[in-house]
Each structure stands twice: as C-alpha cells, then as structure tokens.
C-alpha cells in the first residue's frame, strides 16, 4: 500500500480550498479592444478579441 491521508478530507473542507483558487483570479488585464477586464494569454469573454504581444523571451 501507498502513502494514503489518514482522513477524508470532508465536503466543507475540500470546497473551502477549491473556492480559493476561484476568487483569485491571476493576471488580470484589460482588452484593448473593448476595454473588459479579461484574463492576460486569454481572448477577451465580451469581443473575443485576442492579441498579446509577442516579446523575445530571455531564457
Ligand atoms: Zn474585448
């Protein structure tokens, strides 16, 4: 057998950390476009406009 939890870890509990990852949403940026506030490398939810400017990356 495997390394197993000692407990299960409850309904409340497991919510609790998934609700987390929800309110905080990374990288917030603004569509150029139409001005939404969208999520940065993704397409804006109200134009679908999409186009991050591709710089050279170091590394
Ligand atoms: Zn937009």
Not at 15 to 32: E, G, Q, Y
Request: aromatic residues 6%.
């Amino acid at each position: 057998m495997g390394a197993l939890p000692k407990r299960k870890i409850s309904k409340g509990r497991k919510n609790r950390r998934r609700l987390a990852d929800k309110l905080t949403v990374t990288s917030l940026s603004k569509c150029p476009k139409c001005g939404a506030r969208k999520r940065a490398h993704f397409e804006c939810p109200s134009c679908g406009y999409y186009k991050e400017e591709i710089k050279k990356e170091t590394k």
